[in-house]
């Protein structure tokens, strides 16, 4: 967990420690992660952001079938 916090406190970010989970947490606490998923996506998409373009790729849901 220290090595969580400096992380944390490096990038000026905040951490979200699940209770039972693994390294799969969405799988492992799906309901708890899926809550904080919403909240942060909601937060995000009140929120006014330039995010980085480069090495993000396009999703073609297509491309699935």
């Known amino acids: ?6 992380w944390a406190e490096y990038e ?3 951490k979200v420690i699940f209770k039972g989970a693994g ?3 969405n799988m492992d606490v799906p309901q708890e992660f899926n809550i904080c998923l919403e909240n942060f996506l909601q937060e995000i ?3 006014n ?3 980085p373009r480069s090495g993000l ?3 073609d849901k297509r491309q699935l079938a």
């Open 1 to 6: 967990i220290e090595i969580v916090n400096e």
């Open 12 to 14: 000026n970010c905040e």
């Open 23 to 25: 390294h799969c947490v």
């Open 45 to 47: 998409s009140n929120e």
């Open 49 to 51: 952001y330039d995010l």
């Open 57 to 59: 790729k396009a999703f």
